[in-house]
C-alpha cells in the first residue's frame, strides 16, 4: 500500500552526526520549516546497551561488533538496521551503526580537527583534490560544534591553530599514558592529550565519564557524546519531526530535480514523502548506495572510498598499566609525522593513537596459539601489563575504490552494495613508516615486548569520499555547499563529501560540515 | 549424548588451569569453573550445536573414542585438538568461541585475573585525573616544534 505524505521543505536521510546535525542547525535558523528526518533503524535504550549486563564482554565481539557482517552473522544480534554489504574484495571492512544516532552510538568519539593542509592538499602536496573552502572557513562550525556536542581536551597543541570555546578538563592518560610519554619525551616527538566527545564532568544533563572502557557498546551514562543525545533532542524540541524505521528506497526526480523520497516505513508500506530539498547523510556507504539505486549524483558517485588505514602494535609491559580502563579510543596522540616531509618516501602523513585495552575475552583472542597451555600463560603475562599505539594514515583519492552496487535486491528493498578497495603505494608507504615510528616509540619507553599488526582489516570505521565535493564537474559528485552538480535540491551532508580525508577521526568535520551546510540553505531562504 | 568426563577433558585442554608463581596467580581451569557443564548444555540448545557435535564426534573419532581421548596426556589430546582445529576450522573456532567466552565470563576467573567480575556499568573504574602538573613538563617538551602545523 503506498501513501503520500503531506509535503515538507526537507526530509533529511539519516540521524547519525551529518544529519542530526543538518537538523539541529537548520531547525534552530529557521524554526517554521517543516523538516522531516526518515532514519532506518530505531532510537537505543541504555538498557539494551550491553555494558551492564554479565555477557558483555561475549557480546563485544559477537552481536555487538562494530562490524554489520559480524552482529548479522551473531546468535543475538544488536538492534541496529544492518543491510549486507559485500566487502570479499576490500582490504578494509566496514564499520557502522544503523540507527538513531548512526555510528556516533558506536564510535570511540575521539574527536581531532583536520589539518589546515588537509583541506590544500592538491595546492601544496600535489596530490588529491582541495576542498572547495579552508580550515578557516570551517573553523566557526568547528567551534559551534564542540560547544554542542561537549570536548574534554587541553588547550594550546602545537599540531592546531589555536582553538576557541570551551573544554573540559582531558580524560586521564593512565599509566598506559605515563609510560608511551616515556616513550615521546626521550624521543622529542609531539604529543597531546586527545580532544574527546566525552564529558570529563557533567554537562548539559549528561553525566561524566567513569572510565567503564568499551565505548563501542554504547553509553549508558551518555558520558559519550552521541548525535541522539546532542543535537537531535534540540531538533526535535524545534519541530522536527523523526521517523524511525523508515528505509528510503528512492530518491524520486522529474528532470535536474528532486521531488521527494520513497521510503518505506516501519509496518512494510511504501511512502511518498514530497520535499523542497532532500538531504542525504547514510555514510559514506549508505548515501552512494542510495544515490547510485536513485541514478542520480554522476559518474562520479560511490568513487574515491577513503578508510584511513591503521596498522597497530599492542605493547606489552614490564609494568601493570591500566588494564581494560578508560574510553577506549582516548588517550592521547602524537602529530609529529602528520604533515608532508618527502623525504621519509611518501606524501602526506599520519597519526600515532595511543589506545586503551579491551576487555578480557577480547584479549584471549590475541593469544597465539589461540587456546591451550600458552596461550593461558600469554594471557596471564599480558592482561593489565598491555595497551596499543596505532598508526592512522591519509588515504588518498583514487577512482578505482569504490562502492558499486550488485545485481541482487537486499532484504531492505534497495540493491545489494560492493566495495572494492586497494591500500594504495603512497599508504602503505605511510603504514611501514608509521610501524617503524611506533616500535621505535615502544623501545624508547622501555616496554617488554610488542606485537605488530602492519593492517587491521577490521577498522573500517571511516566511510570518506564517495560523494565527494568539489568545483570540477567531472571530477566531484557536489558543489561546495554539498548540492549534487545533476540534482540541486539535493545536498549530502555526511563523511561522503570529503574530497580528501586528512589522517585524521572524521566525525568532528563532519558534524562541523553539516553546521556549515545548513547554514547556507538556511541563508538562501531567509 | 557425550560423557562429560571428555566434555572436562576437551575444555581442559583448551583452557588449561595454571598453578601460582612468585608474580603470578593460579588460573583455574575451564572444568573447575563449570564450563563443560555449559557445553553441555550449549549441545542441547545452543544455535551452532549441530557445529558443536561436529566437532566433538571429529574429537572422538582422530583419538579412538571418548575413553581414549580422556586417558590422554595433554599434549596427546593438544595433537588431537590441533588436528580437529585444521581440518575443521569454522566449526572449531565456534566451539573455541563459547567455551572461551564462559570461562572468561566466569566469576573465579575474572579475580584470578585480578579483575573486578561484573560488569563495567554502572560502576566504570578509577583512573587518576589528568595531572596538570604535567602540562609545564608537556610545553616545554615541545619548544622549538611550534607550530607543527602549515598555513594553508
Avoid at chain 1, 605488530?452 to 569520499?465: E, F, I, Q, S, V
Avoid at chain 2, 581414549?68 to 565456534?94: H, P
Wanted: proline share 7%; hydrophobic share 40%; with cysteine.
Amino acid at each position: 500500500m503506498s501513501s503520500v505524505q503531506e509535503p515538507v521543505d526537507v526530509v533529511v536521510i539519516g540521524s547519525g552526526m551529518g544529519g542530526a546535525g543538518f537538523c539541529y542547525q537548520l531547525s534552530a535558523r529557521l524554526p517554521d520549516l517543516r523538516i522531516v528526518c526518515l532514519e532506518r533503524g530505531d532510537w537505543l535504550t541504555p538498557k539494551q546497551m550491553p555494558t551492564t549486563q554479565p555477557d558483555f564482554m561475549r557480546q563485544a565481539i559477537s552481536g555487538w561488533s562494530s562490524s554489520p557482517a559480524a552482529r548479522q552473522m551473531a546468535a543475538a544480534p544488536a538492534p541496529s538496521a544492518d543491510y549486507p554489504i559485500d566487502d570479499a574484495d576490500s582490504a578494509v571492512k566496514p564499520l557502522m551503526w544503523n540507527g538513531v544516532g548512526g555510528s556516533t552510538i558506536q564510535w570511540a568519539a575521539h574527536f581531532p580537527r583536520l589539518h589546515p593542509s588537509d583541506f590544500k592538499t592538491q595546492s601544496l602536496d600535489g596530490v588529491g583534490d582541495d576542498w572547495p573552502f579552508s580550515y578557516f572557513d570551517l573553523e566557526p562550525y568547528y567551534d559551534r560544534n564542540d560547544d554542542i556536542i561537549g570536548v574534554c581536551g587541553l588547550a594550546g597543541d602545537p599540531a592546531y591553530p589555536p582553538k576557541k570555546g570551551f573544554r573540559m578538563p582531558p580524560l586521564p592518560i593512565g599509566r598506559m599514558g605515563e609510560t608511551a610519554v616515556r616513550g615521546f619525551t626521550k624521543l622529542g616527538w609531539h604529543w597531546w592529550p586527545v580532544d574527546a566527545a566525552i564529558n570529563t564532568v557533567a554537562r548539559n544533563g549528561r553525566s561524566a565519564c567513569n572510565h567503564c572502557g568499551p565505548c563501542q557498546q554504547g553509553c549508558t551514562i551518555q558520558a559519550k557524546a552521541t548525535a541522539d543525545q546532542t543535537y537531535l533532542p534540540h531538533a526535535l524540541k524545534k519541530g522536527v519531526e523523526l521517523r524511525t524505521n523508515a528505509i528510503v528506497q528512492k530518491i524520486v526526480t522529474e528532470g535536474s530535480r528532486a521531488t521527494g523520497v520513497r521510503y518505506r516505513d516501519g509496518n512494510g508500506d511504501d511512502c511518498f514523502q514530497p520535499a523542497k530539498v532532500i538531504v542525504v547523510a547514510g555514510n559514506g556507504i549508505g548515501t552512494p548506495r542510495l544515490l547510485l539505486a536513485s541514478g542520480i549524483g554522476g559518474e562520479m558517485v560511490g568513487r574515491c572510498l577513503m578508510f584511513h588505514p591503521v596498522g597497530y602494535i599492542r605493547a606489552i609491559c614490564h609494568d601493570k598499566q591500566d588494564g581494560p580502563a578508560g574510553p577506549i579510543g582516548n588517550c592521547l596522540y602524537s602529530h609529529e609525522f602528520y604533515e608532508t616531509d618527502l623525504s621519509r618516501g611518501f606524501v602526506r602523513g599520519l597519526q600515532l593513537q595511543v589506545t586503551r585495552e579491551n576487555p578480557l575475552l577480547t584479549q584471549s583472542t590475541y593469544a597465539a596459539p589461540r587456546w591451550g597451555r600458552t596461550a593461558q600463560m600469554q594471557l596471564r603475562d599480558e592482561f593489565h601489563h598491555s595497551f596499543r599505539v596505532l598508526v592512522m594514515t591519509e588515504d588518498l583519492p583514487e577512482a578505482h575504490n569504490r562502492v558499486t552496487l550488485t545485481d541482487e535486491l537486499a532484504d531492505d528493498g534497495l540493491p545489494g552494495v560492493k566495495l572494492s578497495y586497494q591500500v594504495s603505494e603512497n599508504t602503505q608507504r605511510m603504514l611501514t613508516f608509521g610501524m617503524e615510528r611506533a616500535q621505535e616509540l615502544l623501545e624508547a619507553a622501555g616496554v617488554k615486548g610488542f606485537v605488530r599488526t602492519d593492517l587491521a582489516p577490521g577498522t573500517g570505521w571511516h566511510l570518506l569520499g564517495t560523494a565527494r565535493m568539489g568545483v570540477d564537474v567531472k571530477s566531484s559528485v557536489t558543489n561546495e555547499n554539498g548540492r549534487l552538480h545533476t540534482t540541486p535540491n539535493v545536498i549530502v551532508a555526511d563523511g561522503s563529501l570529503f574530497p580528501t580525508v586528512g589522517a585524521v577521526n572524521p566525525g568532528s568535520t563532519i558534524g562541523a560540515l553539516a553546521l556549515k551546510l545548513a547554514d547556507e540553505l538556511a541563508e538562501e531562504w531567509a | 549424548m557425550m560423557q562429560i568426563e571428555f566434555l572436562h577433558a576437551v575444555v581442559d585442554t583448551l583452557l588449561p588451569g595454571l598453578p601460582a608463581t612468585e608474580t603470578k596467580p593460579a588460573l583455574p581451569a575451564a572444568s573447575e569453573v563449570g564450563v563443560a557443564a555449559k557445553l553441555a548444555a550449549h549441545l542441547e540448545t545452543h544455535r551452532d550445536k549441530r557445529l558443536f557435535v561436529a566437532v566433538l564426534e571429529a574429537i572422538v573419532g582422530e583419538a579412538g573414542g571418548e575413553a581414549r581421548f580422556v586417558a590422554m596426556d595433554e599434549g596427546a589430546r593438544t595433537a588431537v585438538l590441533q588436528t580437529i582445529e585444521q581440518s575443521q576450522s569454522d566449526a572449531f573456532a565456534a566451539l573455541l568461541f563459547v567455551v572461551s567466552a564462559d570461562y572468561h565470563e566466569s566469576e573465579a576467573v575474572m579475580r584470578a585475573f585480578g579483575w573486578r567480575p561484573t560488569p563495567p556499568q554502572p560502576l566504570g573504574y578509577p583512573l587518576p585525573p589528568f595531572d596538570e602538573g604535567k602540562l609545564e613538563e608537556l610545553v616545554a617538551s615541545l619548544e622549538g616544534k611550534r607550530p607543527l602545523w602549515r598555513a594553508a
